[in-house]
């Protein structure tokens, strides 16, 4: 049995050029964040501008608690009672698109564009 | 339960060959519970259980591999986790493994390739019950990252996959 087989490479190859395009069509999509969208269990919480540092304390039945700060323009989850903590290592958001999940506590912070003078994707057809 | 799947094999020997393969798994599994290996981006880790799925799909045939892969599922999940975690990791692992089966079959890739389209297949798995469970699509923002880690990480199950292979009898 040989270690690589031809198919291998071109298969590696498909997945390269697949994933190349899809981050090249996410960096087309992104653009600076104005507001901060936050669904917790499926269900709006409430949208946040990213210009105003604040925090927002989540709390639901069970003992599940997230504490969201916004700070320069871009946000973050500061405090979580989850286990695995994922949420508050993934750092900080701020570009429209990018979002930061909490499974456990099924909550997920969402940056959008909508709301502010930022461009849209409907606005950059030059 | 069907005694002549295996046409020569024991039913004794396959049920052994396939609790040790479910107990290799659950091994890996709590080892990596133990020492969640964090890389640069959340939620991303190695899969060490998959090597022994690898290795059961190569060694011990299709059927005991599948059992292998929802038994270990099934209790690591009730060992480490919860109803969620299970729901997870069955998304990633059911439809990695059906990749790995397809791809298999057609008998043109090797056991590295096999095992990066699991890790790239496991990866949209749990990627897609994460966004229908905060029902929000735009998760797959990060379709890309999980991609190119879903690669590296069967990439590398792959390679000890291979390694492994060279000194193991085959179980059949």
């Known amino acids: 049995m040989t270690i690589c087989k031809k198919a291998d490479i071109i298969l590696a190859i498909l997945f390269l050029l697949l994933g ?16 901060v969208v936050i669904m917790v269990d499926g269900k709006e919480y409430g ?46 958001i701020s570009l429209s698109h990018q979002s930061i999940v909490c499974l456990p506590n099924k909550v997920l912070l969402e940056v959008i564009v909508k709301g502010g003078s930022d461009r849209s994707p409907d606005s950059v057809t030059y | ?5 295996a046409p020569h094999t ?18 890996f599994s709590y080892v990596e519970a ?12 190695l899969g060490l259980a998959n090597i022994v799925v690898v290795l059961a799909l190569y060694t011990a045939g299709k059927r005991t591999a599948f059992l292998v892969n929802l038994l270990r599922i099934l209790l690591a999940g009730l060992l480490f986790g919860n109803a969620f975690s299970i729901l997870y990791s069955l998304a990633g692992g059911l439809l990695s493994f059906a990749a790995m ?42 379709f890309p990252v999980l991609l190119f880690a879903g690669m590296a990480t069967g990439i590398l199950i792959g390679i000890v996959a291979v390694l492994v292979l060279q000194k193991l009898p085959v179980l059949r």
């Open chain 1, 20 to 35: 190349g395009a899809s981050l090249w069509l996410t960096h087309q999509l992104a653009a600076p964040g104005a507001r």
């Open chain 1, 47 to 92: 949208t946040y501008s990213l210009q105003e540092n604040r925090a927002i304390e989540v709390i639901q039945p069970g003992e599940m608690r997230n504490v969201i700060r916004i700070e320069n323009g871009s946000a973050f989850m500061d405090e979580s009672t989850c286990k695995n903590q994922v949420c508050v290592h993934q750092g900080a």
């Open chain 2, 1 to 5: 339960m069907n005694p002549s799947t």
């Open chain 2, 101 to 142: 089966c397809l791809l298999k079959r057609t008998g043109w890739f090797s056991i590295l390739g096999i095992s990066m389209a699991g890790g790239v297949f496991h990866n949209l798995g749990q990627l897609t019950v994460a966004a229908l469970a905060v029902s929000s699509f735009g998760l797959f923002y990060y």
């Open chain 2, 10 to 27: 024991s039913r004794a020997a396959s049920l052994a060959a396939g609790a040790i393969l479910t107990t290799l798994s659950l091994i």
């Open chain 2, 34 to 45: 133990l020492f969640p290996l964090s890389l640069a981006v959340p939620g991303i880790k």
